[in-house]
C-alpha cells in the first residue's frame, strides 16, 4: 500500500479518493487470509462490480426494513427494489462461487493439509465439505459473511478515520511519535507485538469507531418481558439499537462531536454506552482481526505520509444501509514524510 502511494505521488497525484483504495485493500486482505488465496489484479473490474453490489443488496435490504408494504415477497420481488435486489445477489453469488472455485482448484495443486500451517477458513470449509459436514450453499453461505463482514466495515472505519486524521495534525503527530519510539527508524513493517504496544492508536481507532461505528444499528428479539425504568417492552418485540446516536449522546461523552482519541487512554471497565462490535453473544467475531487489521493501515500510512484536507474541518453527509458511509468521495491530500 505505501509503495502504491508514493508511486501515485511521483506521478503526481498528491490528492487521493481514498474510499475506492482502501475499499480494494481491505477485500484483498480478508481474501488472503481467510480465503487462502490472493486476488489477481485482473480481477479488478470484478472487484468493482462485487462491491457495488454489496453496497447494493444493503441499501435494498434497509429499504424494505422501512417500508412495510416490501415485508411480503410478491410485492418486494415485483418492485424495482427487489428487481435490483435480485440482480446484486446473482453478482454477489458469481464472486463468492469464483473465490471458492478458485481455492478448491489450488488446494488440488498443492497439499493444504497436515503441513503444520494455519489452516484459512476456506481451507476448513472446504475439508467439512469433502467429510460431507457441510454443502456448497453452506459454504457460499459463510463466504459471504465474512467476505462482506470482513471488508467492508473495515474499509468505512479506515476511510472516515483518514478524513479524522487529515483534519488532525496534532493526533497524527502523536500517532507517529508513538511508532517511532517502538519501530524507531527502521523501514520494517509493524508486528504483532509492535502493534500491540501502539496505545495511543489504540485509542485514535476507538475514537473513530465511536463517531462512525461502521455498523451504526443491530437489531434484536427480546425473548422475554424487559423493563427499562417506567417502559415495558413485551416478549416477541424486535427492537432496533441505535449505535451511532448512543456514542453520540452527550450525558455519556461529553463534547460528543469532538474528534478527542485521549477519551479512551485511560478506560478500564466495560461500557455498554459504547458498542461499536456490539456486545453479549452474537458480538463481532472478527473485532480483533479487525482491530489489527486498521492498526497496521494507519501506522504503515502515518509512518510515511503526511495527510491534510482539502477544506478544514469539512463533514461529509453519511447514508447508511447496513454500513454507515459518507454521501460523498472522502478526498485527502498526501505527501511524503
Ligand atoms: C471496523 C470493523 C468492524 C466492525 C465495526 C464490526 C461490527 C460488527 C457488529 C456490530 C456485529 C454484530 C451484529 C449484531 O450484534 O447483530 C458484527 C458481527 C459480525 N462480524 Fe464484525 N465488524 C467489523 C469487522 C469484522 C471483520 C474484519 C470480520 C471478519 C474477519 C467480521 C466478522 C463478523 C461476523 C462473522 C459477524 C456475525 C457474528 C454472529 O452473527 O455471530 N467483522 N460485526
Same mark, same amino acid.
Given at each position: ?171 497524527? /503527530?502523536? !500517532?507517529?511519535?508513538?511508532?517511532? %519510539?517502538? &519501530?524507531?527508524?527502521?523501514? $520494517?513493517?509493524?508486528?504483532? #507485538? @509492535? *502493534? ?103 501506522? /504503515?500510512? !502515518?509512518?510515511?505520509?503526511?495527510? %491534510?484536507? &482539502?477544506?478544514?474541518?469539512? $463533514?461529509?453527509?453519511?447514508? #447508511? @444501509? *447496513? ?15
Amino acid at each position: 500500500m505505501v509503495r502504491d502511494l508514493h508511486e501515485r505521488l511521483q506521478r503526481g497525484e498528491r490528492t487521493l479518493d481514498v474510499m475506492p483504495f482502501i475499499s480494494d485493500y481491505t477485500l484483498n486482505t480478508i481474501c488472503e487470509t481467510a480465503m487462502g488465496g490472493r486476488l489477481d489484479s485482473e480481477t479488478d473490474a470484478a472487484k468493482y462490480e462485487y462491491r457495488k453490489a454489496i453496497s447494493g443488496l444493503g441499501m435494498a435490504i434497509y429499504r424494505r426494513l422501512t417500508r412495510f408494504w416490501l415485508f411480503f415477497d410478491i410485492m418486494f420481488y415485483l418492485s424495482p427494489t427487489g428487481r435490483q435486489f435480485k440482480k446484486d445477489l446473482q453478482q454477489n453469488c458469481i464472486f463468492t462461487n469464483s473465490v471458492i472455485e478458485e481455492r478448491r482448484k489450488k488446494r488440488n495443486e498443492i497439499d493444504c493439509t497436515g503441513s503444520g500451517k494455519r489452516m484459512a477458513l476456506l481451507d476448513l470449509l472446504l475439508d467439512a465439505e469433502s467429510k460431507g459436514e457441510i454443502d456448497m450453499e453452506g459454504i457460499r453461505d459463510e463466504v459471504n459473511t465474512f467476505m462482506f463482514e470482513g471488508h467492508d466495515t473495515t474499509a468505512m472505519a479506515l476511510t472516515f478515520g483518514l478524513m479524522l486524521l487529515a483534519d488532525h495534525e496534532d493526533v497524527q /503527530e502523536k !500517532i507517529y511519535q508513538e511508532c517511532r %519510539s517502538i &519501530i524507531g527508524d527502521s523501514t $520494517r513493517t509493524a508486528n504483532t #507485538s @509492535d *502493534l500491540a504496544e501502539m496505545k495511543y492508536l489504540d485509542a485514535v481507532i476507538k475514537e473513530v469507531l465511536r463517531l462512525y461505528p461502521s455498523v451504526p444499528l443491530i437489531g434484536r428479539e427480546i425473548t422475554e418481558e424487559l423493563v427499562l425504568d417506567d417502559l415495558v417492552i413485551p416478549q416477541g418485540s424486535e427492537v432496533i439499537i441505535h449505535i451511532y446516536e448512543l456514542q453520540r449522546r452527550g450525558d455519556l461523552f461529553p463534547d460528543p462531536e469532538v474528534f478527542r482519541p485521549e477519551r479512551f487512554l485511560h478506560e478500564d471497565k466495560i461500557n455498554f454506552s459504547y458498542l461499536p462490535f456490539s456486545a453479549g453473544l452474537r458480538n463481532c467475531i472478527g473485532q480483533r482481526f479487525a482491530m489489527q487489521e486498521m492498526k497496521c493501515m494507519f501506522s /504503515e500510512i !502515518i509512518r510515511h505520509f503526511k495527510l %491534510s484536507p &482539502i477544506v478544514k474541518g469539512y $463533514r461529509p453527509s453519511i447514508k #447508511s @444501509d *447496513l454500513v454507515l458511509r459518507p454521501n460523498e468521495s472522502i478526498l485527502v491530500n498526501f505527501s511524503a514524510r
